[in-house]
């Protein structure tokens, strides 16, 4: 192996994907310019307008509003209810126009039932398809609640009975989860299915071009009859789309990082994003990602070395990326918890692995068995790039 | 005479999918002397390609061996592409790279000193006449120029042996010229060189022996002046449907 000249390689492909605009594009532009727009723009908005809900001055028609004075007075001391005359139309299509957000209907019999210590009824009508109607209504049964623990203590005080009376226990919930945890958490949903997204786009965009690229533009042969050797041949391509594609993972995490940071900082949402940048987690979280890039590069030089051309690469590739997708998206959802088996499945271990290191919960067994997995995996499937490079029956099909 | 290639019972065998095994060379036995052109002559599909990517080390034969240098290939295919040039119309070229950055690259892959690429860079740019186009990037050039920048590319490491697949395939009528002359220059200075081509006034016009392949098979060998005493024709192309259609005849 010469290593002087799988670095000449190495240069020579991260210099055509510099110079190839539409790569660039995608690999540095798209993760620190479009993807925070994106992220940030629609988290923003979506928070903006969830604000703007909670402020907004609600809508509601009270039909029987006659037999609950006091409720309704409540209501309206509020400051969030406006309460209107019965719309023009039928109830369902004006609570999903929003002519109204909420209706509540209240039974002839409600204020007797209340003075007589029973329960008066009350419907409230909402559409969860319009989102004031879906946020007030919980806005609305909490104000409820409210009126109706007033209630509860005049029946208590007129029984001469203390609050406590029924309320024998009293629950207070305390999160002890620091700022960096509560991070954590959120980044651990987050970033490992960015990880592992954005190293398989940018490795499968620029490794099906050196690979299946080649063969179709007729530039391998020009490169087999140099002093290079198969194996440095696929060495310097492997390497090229490890370093490329673990660059395209750290910029798509800045972006991400960077869009949150504006969302929460400008919306006020009291959330911070509170990162450790010790360098024992950089230089995990560095490893992970390497580890991630070696096995997605080696997977995707060798499916791109059998392809006759890049259609043919990408049909291979899909698939793959489809799974990816969805172990990612598995990661962020968080509804599947990690067994000890999952730290011996390549790819997977490293996504699971990097939500522990998040989320502060990372254990040194399950990194050495992800760490070990990753090699041997990752190391088979660039012996069988190799071997493949070497069989020319796959080299010159066209 | 001293012979620079040397090919002996070559034969190779494809597996095909549809056709089953496909035999692409049989018993192939021919050589290139020192300072000769040696021409493949062949239509499409009569294994030139094949025989000349075999020699290249590009491919394996199934059975047979190929000298390069006396080394053979079998055992020495890295040392004995030290020797080798090659060039076919198959090789295209990185074409974001500019001419003196392609060439810089082939140069450090094939292990030359920076000194020694910068020199022969600036005396193969004069020798085909690209020094005006140097710093460009070969995606816009024609055809006629990229053959250029890749006859530049297979002579950079100055090989004793240059390997030229369908020289003239696709270039235009200067372009053709240039490179007809290109290799009869490369003949003057020494070198070995070994052309295939369906064309039959370029093998009469260059080559000083010529091998004959149809279907894999080796039909003769010689100069053409011995081609003609043994087939009784006068031109080259008589000669070559001669042996095509006598052995046609045999099968």
């Not at chain 1, 209504?137 to 009975?161: C, D, F, H, N, W």
């Not at chain 1, 997708?325 to 990097?354: C, D, H």
């Not at chain 1, 990372?362 to 070990?372: G, V």
């Not at chain 2, 080559?207 to 043994?230: H, K, P, S, W, Y």
């Amino acid at each position: 192996m010469n290593w002087n000249k799988i670095k000449v390689l190495l240069f020579k492909e991260i210099k055509g994907v510099v110079r190839d605009r539409k790569t660039f594009m995608m690999m540095v532009i798209f993760p620190l310019v479009f993807l925070p727009v994106l992220i940030g723009g629609i988290t923003y908005f979506q928070m903006k307008t969830m604000q703007g809900n909670m402020e907004e001055i609600v809508p509601v028609y009270i039909e029987g509003r006659e037999y609950a004075t006091g409720l309704v007075g409540y209501l309206k001391s509020s400051g969030d209810y406006k309460i209107v005359d019965q719309p023009e139309k039928d109830i369902a299509p004006a609570l999903q126009d929003g002519e109204i957000a909420l209706y509540l209907k209240i039974e002839p019999a409600f204020h007797q039932k209340i003075i007589a210590g029973n329960s008066g009824e009350i419907k409230l009508f909402y559409n969860n398809t319009n989102t004031l109607s879906d946020s007030s209504s919980k806005r609305i049964l909490q104000l409820i609640a409210g009126y109706t623990a007033q209630i509860v203590e005049q029946r208590l005080k007129g029984l001469q009975l203390s609050p406590y009376f029924i309320e024998p226990v009293k629950l207070e919930l305390v999160n002890t989860a620091t700022e960096q945890e509560k991070s954590g958490r959120f980044l651990g949903m987050m970033i490992p299915y960015f990880v592992i997204i954005s190293i398989f786009i940018g490795a499968m965009n620029i490794g099906i071009n050196i690979t299946s690229g080649e063969k179709e533009k007729e530039t391998l042969s020009t490169l087999l009859v140099t002093q290079l050797t198969r194996s440095e041949i696929v060495v310097g391509k492997l390497l090229t789309l490890i370093i490329l594609s673990t660059f395209s993972a750290i910029l798509n995490i800045v972006g991400i990082v960077l869009a949150y940071q504006f969302v929460f900082s400008s919306v006020g949402s009291g959330m911070e994003l509170v990162i450790d940048l010790s360098a024992n987690t950089l230089f995990k979280l560095g490893g992970l990602f390497v580890l991630l890039a070696f096995i997605v590069s080696g997977i995707i030089i060798l499916a791109g070395s059998f392809a006759r051309n890049i259609k043919e690469g990408n049909s291979y590739v899909m698939p793959i990326y489809m799974v990816v997708i969805l172990i990612g998206v598995l990661s962020m959802s968080g509804a599947f918890q990690p067994a000890g088996f999952i730290y011996y499945l390549p790819i997977v271990n490293i996504i699971f692995l990097l939500q522990d290191i998040f989320m502060l919960q990372a254990n040194l067994l399950h990194l050495w068995i992800t760490i070990i997995t990753s090699l041997v995996f990752g190391g088979l499937i660039s012996y069988l790039s190799v071997k493949l490079f070497q069989r020319e029956e796959i080299i010159f099909r066209t | 005479m001293e012979s620079l290639v040397k090919v002996e019972n070559l034969s190779k065998v494809f597996k095909d999918q549809g056709k089953g095994e496909v035999q692409a060379l049989v018993n192939l036995n021919f050589e290139l002397r020192a300072g000769e052109i040696f021409g493949l002559l062949g239509p499409n599909g009569a294994g030139k390609t094949t025989a000349l990517r075999i020699i290249s080390t590009l491919m394996q034969p199934t059975s047979g061996d190929v000298f390069i240098a006396q080394l053979n290939l079998r055992d020495n295919a890295r040392r004995a592409k030290e020797y080798l040039g090659f060039l076919t119309a198959e090789m295209n070229l990185y074409d974001y790279f500019t001419v003196r950055e392609l060439l810089f690259f082939f140069g450090q892959v094939n292990g030359l000193t920076h000194t020694y690429i910068t020199d022969r860079i600036s005396w193969l740019v004069e020798l085909l006449d690209l020094e005006k186009y140097i710093d460009r990037r070969v995606d816009n050039f024609s055809t006629g120029m990229k053959q250029k920048v890749s006859i530049a590319r297979a002579l950079l490491p100055d090989p004793p042996i240059i390997i030229f697949d369908e020289p003239i395939n696709g270039l235009d009528l200067m372009a053709s010229r240039v490179v007809t002359n290109l290799i009869r220059e490369l003949k003057n200075e020494g070198k070995s060189i070994i052309i295939s081509t369906h064309n039959m006034n370029l093998a009469e016009n260059l080559c000083d022996r010529i091998g004959i392949l149809f279907e894999g098979e080796l039909r003769g060998v010689g100069t053409i002046e011995e081609l003609a005493r043994n087939t009784g024709q006068n031109t080259l192309e008589d000669i070559f449907f001669k042996m095509v259609g006598e052995f046609s005849e045999l099968e």
